[in-house]
């Protein structure tokens, strides 16, 4: 599966299980927001003034261990649990 980013405006849509705009269901949309909202959240908290950095250090990462479970995962392996 491919990650489609929301064009926004008037591309996007309530209706249904997913959006006309950027196909990804509602559910996804949501759980995506709330993920963005809990990063940004935490780097407020934190009072990082260098936001650029701190965000392409977490996505960055997040890219590393997604790929590694990946591996783990067509390797037949178990990996790191998701979360914990």
Do not use: W
Not at 28 to 54: H, P, S
């Amino acid at each position: 599966m491919q990650f489609s980013p929301c064009k926004g405006g008037d591309f996007c849509s309530q209706e249904g299980t997913h959006c006309s705009g950027c196909g990804r269901s509602h559910e996804e949309i949501g759980k995506t927001r709330d993920l963005v909202f809990a990063v940004t959240q935490f780097a407020m908290q934190m009072g990082y003034e260098n936001v650029e950095e701190f965000t392409k250090f977490v996505g960055e990462k997040a890219a590393k261990n997604v790929r590694k479970q990946q591996q783990m995962s067509q390797m037949g392996g178990i990996g790191i649990p998701i979360g914990k």
